[in-house]
């Protein structure tokens, strides 16, 4: 089983930016997609974005597209997403997680396919 911890949360003003890291233990980290999702209060969890182990393919939630930014460095364990001109609706706490299964190519990728997650970075948005 994978351990994944979340870091880089925080407060920021819309419009700003904010990194997450996700670092992950365990040899199968480069072997699987990895994935991010947030919940807002009173919300479903609901896709981000995602990338493939070799970091070539990513997939973006249409709410995030051309403002975040997934990638990974597989010698670190470690995935990130960039989040920039952050709006107050992206207030939310975002997981990380590893798609241990691969149901189809549906999109957005179910969540059932995510088996590892981390316990979540808060993210908050002011306006």
């Known amino acids: 089983q994978v351990q994944l911890v979340e870091s880089g949360g925080g407060l920021v003003q819309a419009g700003g930016s904010l990194r997450l890291s996700c670092a992950a233990s365990?040899?199968?980290?480069?072997?699987?997609?990895m994935g991010w999702f947030r919940q807002a209060p009173g919300k479903e969890r609901e896709f981000v974005a995602a990338i493939r182990w070799s970091g070539g393919s990513t997939l973006y939630a249409d709410s995030v597209k051309g403002r975040f930014t997934i990638s990974r460095d597989n010698a670190k364990n470690t995935v990130y997403l960039q989040m920039n001109s952050l709006k107050p609706e992206d207030t939310a706490v975002y997981y990380c997680?590893?798609?241990?299964?691969?149901?189809?190519?549906?999109?957005?990728?179910?969540?059932?396919?995510?088996?590892?997650w981390g316990q979540g970075t808060q993210v908050t948005v002011s306006s």
């Open positions: 997680a590893r798609r241990g299964a691969y149901s189809g190519s549906n999109y957005p990728p179910p969540i059932t396919d995510f088996d590892s």
């Open positions: 365990g040899r199968t980290f480069t072997s699987y997609t």
